[in-house]
């Protein structure tokens, strides 16, 4: 198992114990009027829903590039500042490529996750009062459970697109660490300072 499924290990057994038969059945007996509530809520939470999705892509990433910025101790100073920046331009563009098109995944997999979920704890009239923004008892009963809706798609989105993503992933670590002249490990103390990688990137959503 490489990085980016041990980074949401925990995370998505978590969520595996927290989804149960129940929240994944549909509803037949829903009527449109609450499928449709549910629709817009889940409209007006894209952006919380597209940064949770970037969350999980760019989270490995960032480690990746905290554990590559020490070896770069071990690349020959007249060669170590190009490396960084190949590497930096390296960590950019996988997620330039995969941001969009696993944000677009995610985004249809919210209904089935979070739709339902919310379809089956939260009746037609306290979702109006949801969607309204109401000062209520109900926004706390929706506080409490966005942790487990958030488990819910982010387990689902994984168990879709985990492989994938592990595949490429494993390719983005083998590039860099030829580029690095190692497999792994740490540099050996006392080496020269390497110049460092912006490991702080905030995740952005992608463009439309």
Known sequence: ???????????????????????????ADSPQSKKD???????IQQPAIEALTMGVLSRPVNELAA???????????????ATAKQIDADLRK??????????????KLAPSTMGVALDEKFTEDELKQLLAWLESPVSKKFAESSQ??????????IDDNGKQLDEKFTALQQ????????????????AASAPKLNTNKPATTPKK
């Open 1 to 27: 198992m490489t990085l980016l499924l041990k980074s949401i290990q925990a995370g998505a057994i978590a969520a595996s114990l927290l989804a149960s038969p129940v929240v994944f059945a549909q509803k």
């Open 37 to 43: 509530v549910i629709a817009k809520i889940l409209k």
């Open 67 to 81: 554990k590559a910025a020490p070896a770069l101790r071990n690349v020959p100073e007249a060669k170590r500042e």
């Open 94 to 107: 996988f997620l330039e490529d995969n941001a969009k098109p696993l944000v677009d995944k995610g985004m």
């Open 148 to 157: 487990e809706l958030q488990s819910l798609y982010t387990k689902k989105l």
């Open 175 to 190: 590039n860099i660490a030829k580029q690095l002249g190692l497999e792994a490990g740490p540099a050996p103390s006392g």
